[in-house]
């Protein structure tokens, strides 16, 4: 059975950094993507970044872009998201995700973490 677990949300203080973890087990593709999403209060589900397997380059939405930088372990079976230079704004729930690539549209991605909360703050 697939899991998604992901861990290190915290409060932080703007312009702080803080590093997510997503470890996912029970699978058997050698080829997949990780994908990680937030949700603020309110707000509909963001995309944030994505890496795979392949050689494709890993994603990163335009909000984010030269502040967080994804990275996998595959050994480990870690996929990890460095977040520098935070703002309130990047407050939500990030949660990680498990698909065949990350071009899968959101409404079908079957596979998603319990979330881990990021708190942006004073």
């Known amino acids: 059975q697939l899991q998604l677990v992901e861990s290190g949300g915290g409060v932080v203080q703007p312009g702080g950094s803080l590093r997510l973890s997503c470890a996912a087990s029970?699978?058997?593709?050698?080829?997949?993507?990780i994908g990680w999403f937030r949700q603020a209060p309110g707000k509909e589900r963001e995309g944030v970044s994505c890496?795979?397997?392949?050689?494709?380059?890993?994603f990163d939405a335009d909000s984010v872009k030269g502040r967080f930088t994804i990275s996998r372990d595959i050994a480990k079976g870690l996929v990890y998201l460095q977040m520098n230079s935070l703002k309130p704004e990047d407050t939500g729930v990030y949660y990680c995700?498990?698909?065949?690539?990350?071009?899968?549209?959101?409404?079908?991605?079957?596979?998603w973490g319990r979330g881990t909360l990021v708190t942006v703050s004073e």
């Open positions: 029970g699978f058997s593709s050698d080829v997949y993507a």
């Open positions: 890496i795979s397997t392949t050689t494709m380059p890993p």
């Open positions: 995700t498990f698909q065949d690539m990350c071009a899968r549209p959101v409404t079908q991605i079957k596979y």
